[in-house]
């Protein structure tokens, strides 16, 4: 699970995560769930709940990718 996925991805040197943007989709907007993702921060740059549209997308690449 996703969950489960940062714990390892927390657990790389730094050099791996150089330039990476990690963003969570979720379905979820259980509070549990979100104090959860909240623990990984600064890892998790973002959180957005589904459903992933256009628009959500347009903003995050936006953000991270200007130019």
């Given at each position: ?14 050099e ?16 549990k769930d ?12 973002g ?6 549209t ?14």
């Amino acid at each position: 699970d996703g969950f489960e996925f940062l714990e390892n991805y927390k657990g790389l040197p730094a050099e791996r995560k150089t330039g990476v943007i990690v963003m969570m989709l979720t379905t979820s907007n259980n509070p549990k769930d979100l104090n959860k993702a909240n623990d990984f921060k600064p890892t998790i740059k973002g959180l957005i709940e589904k459903p992933l549209t256009e628009e959500k997308v347009k903003e995050i690449w936006a953000h991270y990718f200007k130019d």
